[in-house]
């Protein structure tokens, strides 16, 4: 396992020197509080986990108009960074299995890490959703309600379920997860401008 090689005002500095959008940033703050409280939950290092999710998508102000090249642009942006291979591979899995990058396309996710911040980074989306038609409110939302708009296939339609449903090869639950992700957000709902 390798040392986490920057800290996190590093990582937000490295993030923000590439010019990111202001949804793509907190889309990364959203993932790595969804990442820390899975690590939490499975005593995993928070710092680690908590920084896979904050970086997993570095190379996306390059690569979003060019799908292909995400997450394998990101190899070199990390290695730069002095990242090991382990870490840059377990960023990297979130993509597999992905049609839209046809170099990934076939490899398989196997790691309880790599379930994780798979999952985590798109159920993000979902929440962020459901609290924008809660009136921007994450406060107070319920595992049930999230569970409906889970089932609700039109809603958040850019959301992959099937890849949300992989955290329970984590050997969590589905209402588990929600539970956990949307304690996560709701801790820093100020950041993400909610209530």
Known sequence: MGKIPINRKQALELLQSMHQGDADMLHYIETEAVMKALAERFKEDTERWGMLGLLHDIDWTFTKNNQQEHCIKAVEILQKAGFAPEEI???QSHGYGCKEIPALQEKKRSKKIEFALASAETVTGLIYAYALMRNRTIS???VSGLRKKFKDKKFAAGCNREVIA???NTGL???EFF???IDALTKIKHELGLQ
């Open 166 to 168: 992989e955290i329970e």
């Open 179 to 181: 539970q956990i992700s």
């Open 89 to 91: 591979e377990i960023i």
């Open 140 to 142: 107070g939302m319920e």
């Open 173 to 175: 639950t589905l209402e």
